[in-house]
């Protein structure tokens, strides 16, 4: 079975550029989520779709972040513009529903330095 | 304000001897606690979970504890060994309704010496 993968693995910009991350969930997975891992801490949920619609977005940045899933299968997060402490690794992970008991898996992640 | 403490930012064991990983939440509604285990440059990955209704739980070489009076959990790895050199994170959430949202601590990297 193919896990969540993600795209790009890396990225440097410079502050104000954008920036688009990219995920394919596992297949069949309804729910999908996307964390930011700042170095040195734990992963915070940003954002979690429900098929194509948005379950819990109250910690992403909406001034500047957002993010789609289109057709409820693969989805992007965009960061315009950027600033230096968006730098971080960026989790893309799905799980098959929702609720305790349902883990979710999670791709290798984007890692984004903001210069 | 951090829900979810991992006050140990690193641990160092002997093969063969006890790891234990602990975790403590102040969020006396979370009921339901995962492990997950992140090696260099990969996503973390699911390790083993507890519910609030249970106290032990226990996959092979993995048992996590739970003691909900003291709203803390431990992870014990027993024999240790090298491959489980990883930082470890402690997950807690809420039930009810769709919202499964994980509330992660700040990890704990493991080194298991050979």
């Known amino acids: 079975e193919a896990g969540v993968a993600q795209s790009p693995r890396y990225k440097i910009i410079e502050k104000r550029q954008s920036v688009a991350f990219w995920c394919n969930p596992i297949s069949g997975h309804a729910t999908l989520y996307w964390y930011q891992q700042i170095l040195g801490q734990g992963p915070k949920l940003l954002i979690q779709f429900q098929n194509n619609g948005v379950v819990d977005d109250s910690q992403l940045p909406k001034d500047r972040f957002s993010a789609e899933r289109l057709k409820g299968v693969d989805s992007t997060l965009k960061i315009q513009p950027a600033k230096l402490e968006d730098s971080a690794v960026y989790l893309c992970?799905?799980?098959?529903?929702w609720g305790r008991g349902t883990e979710a898996f999670f791709g290798q992640g984007t890692r984004l330095t903001v210069v | 304000d951090q829900q979810v403490k991992q006050n140990s930012p690193s641990l160092s064991v002997q093969e063969g001897r006890i790891s234990i990983l602990n975790c403590d939440y102040t969020?006396?509604?979370?009921?339901?606690f995962l492990w997950y285990k992140k090696y260099p440059a990969e996503g973390p990955t699911f390790l083993i979970s507890?519910?609030?209704?249970?106290d032990k739980n226990e996959d092979g070489r993995f048992t996590v504890f739970l003691n909900k009076s003291a709203k803390h959990l431990s992870l014990h790895i027993v024999p240790s060994q090298p491959g489980d050199s990883a930082v470890y994170f402690c997950a807690a959430s809420l039930s009810g309704g769709s919202n499964y949202k994980l509330t992660f601590g700040k990890g704990t990297l493991l080194t298991v010496n050979p």
């Open positions: 507890i519910s609030s209704i249970k």
């Open positions: 992970a799905s799980s098959l529903g």
């Open positions: 969020n006396s509604m979370f009921d339901y």
